[in-house]
């Protein structure tokens, strides 16, 4: 997946630690770095596109990046504990950067403001946001969008899931403005129904082809908001895994499946039943849907394998 005009990725040399990893996991061509050293060795290379995973020395980090900040194109870190002043030295190496993409996640434990400074002092060339698992509050969400919104319409992916956010409310403008974002991960948060209600508001028109929302304590009434409008939506890709939705939302995907673009769903860990599956199969033919992940659902084997007649390989089951 690219981040942003021209941006791609140089060849994963290393082997990934998937327990640290985020964007080196999900098929894109990124270097890993699992020590300093690694970081250095692939930054002398000529790599421009890297990721780091749980190396503690922020300092060796810093030192390294200093080396050759110039020639980065896109950088996550995950677990690499920075604190503030660290925070606040990455920002200051990043500012004169024609960077595309930044991660900073798995890294809890930083107050408000320096997150706040940290996003305002990253260049306006930044089209990729990842900040999951920061434990990152509503009290930061309008400074961020605030911040996103300074970008000019450039934002193309935003990746917040794991954080502490109940009100997306904030996040809204930045969605109807950003015609090139193609990504919204709100997942594993504190959101319910009325904020995915509002949200799905806001969906027609927007050019978002993947949405994040499993694992909030949403229900069908707030799914049931996103699925109505996803025949005006480009939503290919939905996660509602490890929500409270049930047959109710399947039987509305029934009804509007074959006038969306839906290719990919998540219902694992939910409270959908053999029935309501069932009713979703007979609408399968001549819709785009190909892979569903139904893992742990209480489906009978029989159910499942339908499922796997149906999906094959694309269909993920426990």
């Known amino acids: 997946t690219a981040c942003g005009d021209g941006l791609t990725y140089s060849l994963q040399l290393m082997e990934v630690d998937s327990e640290n990893a985020r964007w080196s996991q999900d098929g894109v061509d990124v270097t890993w770095c699992g020590s300093a050293e690694g970081l250095f060795e692939a930054l002398a290379g000529g790599a421009q596109h890297v990721e780091v995973g749980a190396v503690e020395d922020s300092r060796a980090i810093l030192e390294t990046l200093a080396r050759a900040s110039g020639q980065l194109l896109s950088l996550s870190l995950v677990g690499c504990h920075f604190d503030a002043a660290a925070l606040t030295s990455l920002g200051q190496l990043m500012a004169p950067t024609q960077l595309q993409g930044i991660g900073v996640s798995n890294n809890p434990d930083i107050d408000s403001s320096t997150w706040v400074a940290f996003w305002n002092q990253l260049p306006r060339t930044v089209v990729k946001w ?11 969400l309008p400074a961020l969008a605030h911040r996103l919104a300074a970008a000019q319409c450039n934002v193309h992916e935003l990746l917040l899931d794991g954080n502490d956010f109940s009100d997306l409310s904030a996040l809204l403008p930045v ?4 015609p090139q974002l193609t990504e919204l991960d709100v997942g594993d ?27 909030n304590a949403i229900s069908d009434m707030g799914a049931l908001a996103v699925v109505n409008v996803l025949p005006q939506t480009n939503i290919h890709t939905l996660h509602l895994d490890s929500t409270q939705i049930g047959d109710t939302t399947l039987d509305a995907l029934v009804r509007v499946l074959h006038s969306t673009q839906l290719e990919e769903l998540h219902v694992d860990e939910t409270r959908i039943t053999d029935a309501g599956v069932q009713r979703l199969c007979s609408a399968l033919q001549g819709s785009r849907l190909t892979f569903l992940e139904a893992d742990n659902s209480n489906l009978s084997e029989q159910t499942k394998a339908a499922l796997e007649a149906i999906f094959g390989s694309s269909a993920s089951m426990q």
């Open 130 to 140: 990842d900040f999951g698992d920061d434990e990152l509050s509503d009290e930061v």
């Open 175 to 178: 969605i109807t403005s950003s």
């Open 189 to 215: 948060n504190n959101v319910l129904d009325a904020s995915v209600i509002a949200l799905a508001a806001v969906l027609p028109g927007a050019p978002l082809t993947t949405l994040g929302l499993g694992r």
